[in-house]
Nanobody, 124 residues
Framework: VQLQASGGGLVQPGGSLRLSCAAS????????IAWFRQAPGKEREVIAH????????YYKDSVRGRFTISKDDTENTMYLQMTGLKPEDTAIYYC??????????????????WGQGTQVTVSS
């Protein structure tokens, strides 16, 4: 099983990036998926989550309205579209998956599989 994250980089404040996370060895349709981020000196935090049942989403307040989580079950890939990026969004971003049970998962310890992380730096 592997989650391969990509798409990070350096972007100016107000800019946009799209992160991708390609899954192999598991079918994302059966999993709840999420994006986490970890800034230097801070704990890893969940910022966006898709329930495996119904497809509803959850966003951390600080990114709601700017970030959009999605997935393509045909491509077995999940995405995080980020717009209106701010310096405080600078972090390593991780994709994660947990066996779907219809519940919201906010704790990193609950997730079964992780991508390797991709660095996002927002700076002028």
């Amino acid at each position: 099983v592997q989650l391969q994250a990509s798409g990070g980089g350096l972007v100016q404040p107000g800019g946009s990036l799209r992160l991708s996370c390609a899954a192999s060895g598991l079918h994302l349709a059966r999993y709840a998926i999420a994006w986490f981020r970890q800034a230097p000196g801070k704990e890893r935090e969940v910022i966006a989550h898709i329930f495996n049942i119904g497809g509803s989403t959850y966003y951390k307040d600080s990114v709601r309205g700017r970030f959009t989580i999605s997935k393509d079950d045909t491509e077995n890939t999940m995405y995080l579209q980020m717009t209106g990026l701010k310096p405080e969004d600078t972090a390593i971003y991780y994709c994660a998956a947990v066996v779907g049970d219809g519940l919201l998962h906010l704790n990193a310890d609950e997730f079964d599989f992780w991508g390797q992380g991709t660095q996002v730096t927002v700076s002028s």
